[in-house]
């Protein structure tokens, strides 16, 4: 998949037990708008994956154990939040959905891999060509179908046969100069 192709948001796929939460939100939320990619909170796929870690040190052994890189394959934030005690520095990892992938295929649970096939249906989905048109075949079995089927037929090759024979003088024509 080129990265250009990345930059548009996967389409959610169709709801199931397997690919929702409790709730019945999406198993995991792709969001736009961090990177120039689709990404995944680092956050929201710790609490998915059901890690028992801290999320700091897990996610710090994700991107080591992965050989993630910064700009690539995730982007890490930090925001202020105030305390009574005095501002705490937050850290979110913002995961692409590719690194996300990988995350969840190496760790290795029954919920990783759930996390897992939801990522890879959602990249299908989001590949799929839209409004592609699909020819079939007329039901020949019918004999009003097979009618229609063989006058339309018959009315494109008449119509070509048309444009054909207009031409044919210009390019006699051109023939003559060239």
């Known amino acids: 998949m080129t990265p250009s192709a990345l930059i548009r948001r996967p389409a959610q796929p169709a709801r199931s037990a397997a690919a929702n939460d409790a709730d019945g939100g999406p198993l995991v939320p792709v969001e736009s708008g961090v990177m120039d990619v689709a990404t995944v909170r680092g956050r929201v ?5 059901g890690v028992s870690k801290d999320f700091t040190s897990w996610a710090k052994a994700q991107v080591q154990r992965g050989r993630l ?6 982007l890490l934030t930090q925001q202020g939040e105030q305390r009574a005690s ?3 520095r937050v850290s979110e990892y913002h995961f692409t959905v590719e690194a996300a992938k990988h995350i969840a295929m190496m760790s290795g649970t029954d919920k990783g891999f759930e996390v897992r096939d939801y990522f890879i249906e959602c990249e299908r989905r989001a590949s799929a060509p839209a409004n592609v048109p699909v020819f079939a075949l007329p039901d020949f079995t019918n004999p009003a ?6 006058a339309d037929q018959f009315d494109a090759r008449t119509q070509a046969e048309l444009r054909v024979a207009v031409m044919v003088p210009q390019v006699a024509a051109l023939h003559r100069i060239a």
């Not at 796929?45 to 994956?49: E, I, K």
């Not at 890189?69 to 995730?74: A, F, H, K, L």
């Open 69 to 74: 890189v910064e700009g690539r394959d995730y």
């Open 45 to 49: 796929l710790h609490g998915r994956l």
């Open 86 to 88: 005095g501002t705490k």
């Open 145 to 150: 179908d097979a009618a229609r089927a063989w």
